[in-house]
């Protein structure tokens, strides 16, 4: 029938309709999907889901473009950081690790700047300096138990100087030339045997000599500024000590020569002196001018507070005149 046709004709024009549509749809998704892939895909580079956020070295390349990643953050004004103690990570490409065979150019030395040349640190002449074989800090050198044979050259500002404890034999004029700043040495337990007459006369500030466990049967001259001598542990006879080798120490305020060899009381002793240490010895008698001026009654030695003789041959009950003066007794035996 005429109706019926006209009914398939509009069925057959509405599906051509719809096809036609479908198909001119298909391309508009397409471009609008990629119009929109580069909007998403900076969204994930500002707001990361740091829950779901696992990158290791094997997922490195597939979560960040890394094509455009110097577009996306700019990190011109952050300073690089180096971890140290951290080693880098092992790359995957064989070809990107560094041509071991291959040597790397020499960088060229750039001139210097200033206008005069720049000089190496002098080094003493004569052997190595002290500072590279013992502990230099400020103006100290220690040089405690190492293995010396003799004292090293020292750097002309040394102060305190510390050598116990090594083999050292002889002590030289030479070894102390030139040190006006020294003012302590301390050489305590070493084969000390024998010193220069003048090898500590000539230090000017030098007011410390310790020389206790040597083997020492001689003192040499002291210097006037000397406030210290510890000899202790020595073999020094009386003999081995000058003609009243103390009365020129007006700054003398411990004398210590216990365990030694001596055979009377080293006199006259400066009036600066406050402790006295004679134990051990060979001591057996004493002057009543020792210690006072026998002649002066009324005299006052306050400041000779410490004398000990104990350890001696002698009875000290037998001068009683000799500590008149004297603010306390010596320590000794009185029977």
């Known amino acids: 029938t005429p109706a019926g046709c006209r009914m398939r004709t509009l069925a057959w024009l509405g599906i051509a309709s719809l096809c036609l549509g479908a198909a001119w749809a298909v391309p508009a998704r397409e471009e609008r999907r990629k119009a929109e892939k580069p909007k998403a895909d900076f969204a994930l580079y500002e707001n990361p889901d740091l829950d779901n956020y696992d990158l290791t070295l094997d997922t490195y390349g597939e979560i960040l473009d890394l094509s455009n990643y110097e577009e996306l953050y700019d990190y ?51 052997g190595l300096p002290s500072c590279l074989l013992c502990l230099c800090i400020g103006t100290s050198v220690y040089c405690d138990d190492a293995d010396l044979e003799h004292i090293p050259p020292l750097p002309p500002e040394t102060t305190y100087l510390y050598a116990r404890f090594n083999r050292i034999s002889t002590i030289r004029a030479s070894d102390f030339t030139g040190l006006k700043k020294l003012k302590r040495i301390d050489l305590t337990s070493n084969f000390i ?143």
Not at 249 to 267: M, R, T
């Open 76 to 126: 011109s004004d952050l300073a690089p950081k180096i971890e140290v103690g951290t080693l880098a990570p092992r790359p995957k490409d064989p070809t990107a690790l560094p041509n071991l065979g291959t040597r790397a150019e020499t960088p060229k030395l750039q001139p210097p700047t200033t206008a005069s040349p720049v000089r190496p640190a002098p080094v003493p002449p004569q």
């Open 193 to 335: 045997s024998w010193a220069d007459a003048d090898a500590f006369r000539l230090l000017p500030s030098l007011q410390e000599l310790i020389l206790p466990e040597n083997r020492l049967t001689a003192l040499p001259e002291l210097p006037h500024s000397i406030v210290r001598l510890d000899a202790r542990l020595n073999r020094i006879p009386s003999t081995g000590l000058r003609p009243e080798a103390f009365r020129d120490l007006k700054q003398l305020q411990f004398l210590h020569l216990s365990d030694n060899q001596l055979d009377y009381i080293p006199v006259p002793l400066p009036e600066s002196l406050r402790s006295l240490h004679l134990q051990n010895n060979n001591i057996q008698t004493m002057h009543e001018d020792t210690f006072c001026d026998s002649q002066d009654h009324s005299q006052i030695r306050r400041a000779l507070e410490d004398i000990r003789l104990d350890g001696n041959p002698i009875n000290l009950s037998l001068f009683p005149n000799a500590y008149f003066c004297l603010p306390r007794l010596p320590t000794g035996h009185f029977f």
